[in-house]
């Protein structure tokens, strides 16, 4: 199969400072980059070519490239299906700019509680997302709430679905991976999580958790495909192999990606998809939810099952929410 999403970093900074996250810390990541506008549009037409069907706009917070706009305009000229995380503190500002240019939007929440939220984001930015909420929904937009569930936080699911059960909009479940020096979610908050995976305006991927509970990506017979399922790009334009979390190559595209692809090097990845040392236990959604795709197994069954919900709850369901909900 051929790859289906591009990861298109379009910025390392950020402006909030999230505790299980180090991607604002200018001390690690380099900031000072972002694509030009030419980078852009080869990079998007060679990904389309390649097979690619969906990119994720991501960073740091995407919203802090300019051209975001203007690049998700052209991603969906070139049939490419759009996502885009934001933590809300610039949607505001920008929404107008991106509405019906994103297909999937995500609204970052990690509580239902403005202290809780706010503490864990290291930014007062709580009422940001409430205020996103509304202008979203009075824009046509279809946005979604993305729930990083931490040790600290996995309790807020059952306050932060009844919220997108009250705004009609769907509750994505992300469950922290061990990263940064995070640890993971131990089986009871998996357990608690679960409880809420059947509810209306819940987006809960059951093979994730499995893949938890199993000790992750096994080298022996790997269930992560991120080279073949995922193209990544870096802000300075770089392809990264064998993902963005364990960057072993950073290779300058310069207008070649499609050549890259193809190289003896992305073959050698290829055939060591998921068989690292460092890709023993690893458990990062960025890269297993796509590659569950790429065989026919529990993983695929259940990811499909949980898509299925989503598109049924999130199209079929009543939408547009109340205008405000407090």
């Known amino acids: ?33 972002m ?31 300019p051209d975001l706009p203007k690049a998700a305009r052209l991603a969906k000229t070139l049939g490419l299906r759009t996502s885009v995380t934001t933590n ?9 700019e991106l509405a019906g240019r994103v297909d999937l939007l995500h609204f970052s929440l990690d509580a239902a509680e403005k202290e809780l939220h706010d503490r864990g984001r290291g930014y007062p930015c709580f009422e940001k997302v409430m205020e996103s909420l509304d202008l979203a929904l009075s824009l046509g937009e279809r946005p979604d709430i993305l729930f990083t569930a931490t040790k600290d936080t996995y309790a807020q699911i059952e306050p932060l679905a ?11 479940v992300n469950p922290e991976f061990s990263y940064f020096g995070n640890t993971g979610l131990p089986a009871d908050a998996l357990d ?6 059947g509810e209306p305006y819940v987006y809960l991927n059951r093979a994730f958790h499995r893949l938890i509970r199993a000790g992750g990506n096994q080298r022996i017979n790997p269930t992560c495909r991120a080279v073949r399922a995922v193209i990544v790009i870096s802000p300075d334009d770089h392809l990264l192999l064998p993902c963005f979390h364990q960057q072993h190559e950073r290779v300058r595209i310069g207008g070649r990606l499609e050549e890259l692809r193809r ?13 690292h040392s460092y890709c023993q236990g690893c458990t990062i ?24 919900k989503y598109a049924l709850d999130k199209f079929f369901r009543p939408r547009a929410g109340p205008a405000s909900v407090r």
């Open 285 to 308: 959604n960025c890269y297993m939810d796509p590659s569950f795709l790429y065989r026919v197994d529990a993983y695929m069954m259940l990811s499909l099952g949980a898509k299925a």
């Open 1 to 33: 199969m051929k790859p289906i999403l591009l990861h298109y970093y379009v910025t390392y900074r950020c402006n909030v400072r999230c505790e299980f996250c180090n991607i604002w810390d200018p001390a690690v990541w380099d900031h000072r980059h």
């Open 263 to 275: 190289s003896a090097l992305v073959r050698e990845y290829l055939r060591m998809d998921g068989r």
């Open 88 to 96: 809300c503190v610039l949607y505001p500002k920008r929404a107008r």
């Open 35 to 65: 694509p030009s506008w030419s980078e852009m549009e080869s990079n998007l037409a060679a990904a389309r070519r390649l097979g690619v069907w969906f990119v994720d706009f991501t960073g740091g917070e995407p919203l802090l490239y």
């Open 192 to 197: 608690h999580l679960e409880k809420f995976g």
């Open 162 to 172: 009844r919220l997108a059960q009250a705004f009609r909009v769907m509750l994505v």
